[in-house]
């Protein structure tokens, strides 16, 4: 259990370390230097924040069954 919480603060910290680095799709760049509308259709940074929020979640739902099944078997042995 320590060792998936410890995976969860890291995944936490990289996913807003991927979020600062990520482009957000269809962002216009104001003023425009060109002198017309820029698009960003977005990067590979989008993907790798998806891949580590589903990563952490599945950490946390891993946490709590683990913590349900700790807390069942703590009550039998009472």
Known sequence: ???DITL???FTFLIS???SIREIP????YPPLSGGIVENAGN???NAY????IIQLILIILLT???IKT????KRTE
């Open 44 to 46: 590979g940074w989008n």
């Open 26 to 29: 269809d962002s216009t760049e």
């Open 71 to 74: 807390g069942m078997n703590y």
């Open 8 to 10: 969860i603060l890291i």
């Open 17 to 19: 370390l991927v979020n």
């Open 50 to 53: 998806y891949i580590l929020l």
């Open 65 to 67: 069954i683990s913590g």
């Open 1 to 3: 259990m320590i060792s």
